[in-house]
């Protein structure tokens, strides 16, 4: 049991990693992005938030209000 909950973070690691690397070689996904790199890291986002999605859900949490927190958050450290 405890290794199906943590199966979701390792798709999310996986993804990020691969965000990161995309980072490192200054890929970017904007209009004038190569359509293969854009391709890549929309595909990667949305794996990793997929999987921190059913972490938080197989955890008990809601990543809905978690998420809403955290922007909360970053507005009231910005000053926003």
Known sequence: ADEQRGAPLERATGSLD???EAARR???AGPRADPDA???IERALGEAL???VEAARKLGAD???ALRAA???MRSRSGG
């Open 38 to 40: 854009r391709d890549a």
């Open 71 to 73: 922007a909360d958050r």
């Open 18 to 20: 691969a965000l990161a």
């Open 63 to 65: 990543p809905e209000l």
């Open 50 to 52: 997929l999987a921190m």
């Open 26 to 28: 200054g890929s970017t």
